[in-house]
């Protein structure tokens, strides 16, 4: 396939480099190492897709789509951290909750330092805590029902977003969407050949989980910020996908060889009905 192929650049290459990094970080014998170089080649992923769609950003970044760049990058390093300071739960999903805010104020500084009037600010709020919701939703998810449950609602939601934003249309978000998707099927492939094969839950650190998913909340935030004519209710919906994960339990955990091959199956497609749903939403009511 021609590498200047958008869909190479997008989906494929993506896929390769995550999954390789992937499979050379179960070679690491210690548990957070691992867990940090399979996130990083999750971000690598997706900083590799970029840099092919839209070049390599300025310093400081001149647009907001340029800031989405350093955003990945930050939700990595943020990964990072957590992973290897080994930070109870809770204060890892805090810095999930807090992760949008960031992309929302750095999105909107010029706005904001402008004398934003309060329907901003409003707008603002509801975006932060749709984002934040999701974000937490798959952090619950994945402390409860492993890698697999984390990594099948980021496929889903970033695959939602993706005809979400295919609808706009806005053709950088749909590719970058696509992008998450990509990387997420890696990790979720791993995570599922460990299942089957080795009889053991695959684990994830934060490097992972916020690198895939703090890059898919910051791509969305961008275009229902500055894409007139996206669906708001179609990206508004994308929050449902997550929820998904209330069943991820009782789909995934326990059981014989049944559950260990379909759990994962039905929860995929548990988490497509909503992301269906939402593209479905987006294609009735363009530009509400």
């Given at each position: 396939?021609?590498?200047?192929n958008?869909?190479f ?6 896929f ?7 499979g ?6 210690w548990r ?5 170089l399979a996130?990083?080649g999750?971000t690598?992923?997706l ?10 950003p300025?310093?400081?970044?001149n ?7 350093y955003?990945i ?9 957590l992973?290897?300071l080994g ?5 890892g ?5 807090l ?5 929302l104020?750095w999105?909107s ?10 329907g901003?600010?409003i ?8 984002a ?6 798959i952090?619950v ?19 939602g977003?993706?005809?979400?934003a295919a609808?706009?249309?806005f053709?950088?978000v749909t590719?970058?969407?696509a992008?998450v ?5 890696a990790?979720?492939?791993?995570a ?5 094969l080795?009889r053991?839950?695959m684990t994830?650190?934060?490097t992972?989980?916020?690198g895939?998913?703090?890059g ?5 935030l ?18 449902a ?5 209330l069943?991820?339990e009782p789909?995934?955990?326990?059981g014989g ?9 039905l929860?995929t ?20």
């Amino acid at each position: 396939m021609d590498p200047n192929n958008p869909v190479f650049q997008a989906v494929i290459g993506p896929f390769v480099v995550t999954f390789l990094v992937i499979g050379s970080s179960r070679l690491v014998g210690w548990r957070a190492g691992s867990e940090v170089l399979a996130g990083l080649g999750v971000t690598a992923g997706l900083l590799m897709a970029f840099v092919q769609l839209r070049g390599i950003p300025s310093l400081p970044p001149n647009s907001a789509p340029e800031k989405l760049f350093y955003l990945i990058t930050l939700a990595g390093l943020i990964g990072v951290a957590l992973d290897l300071l080994g930070r109870p739960p809770l204060i890892g999903r805090l810095a999930f909750v807090l992760f949008p805010a960031i992309c929302l104020a750095w999105f909107s500084l010029r706005l904001l330092l402008a004398q934003p009037d309060v329907g901003l600010l409003i707008k603002l709020a509801i975006m932060w805590a749709g984002a934040a919701i999701a974000l937490w939703q798959i952090c619950v998810a994945n402390a409860r029902g492993g890698a697999l449950a984390g990594t099948i609602l980021i496929l889903a939601t970033a695959v939602g977003a993706a005809g979400v934003a295919a609808l706009a249309p806005f053709i950088g978000v749909t590719l970058l969407c696509a992008s998450v998707a990509a990387v997420a099927g890696a990790l979720a492939l791993w995570a599922y050949g460990v299942r089957l094969l080795v009889r053991a839950p695959m684990t994830i650190g934060a490097t992972s989980l916020l690198g895939a998913a703090g890059g898919l909340v910051a791509t969305v935030l961008l275009l229902v910020l500055f894409t007139a004519s996206v669906s708001t209710a179609g990206a508004a919906f994308l929050i449902a996908v997550p929820f998904a994960g209330l069943v991820a339990e009782p789909l995934l955990l326990g059981g014989g060889i049944g559950r260990r091959v379909f759990g994962p199956v039905l929860l995929t497609v548990v988490a497509a009905v909503p992301a269906a749903g939402a593209i479905g939403l987006a294609y009735l009511t363009p530009s509400q």
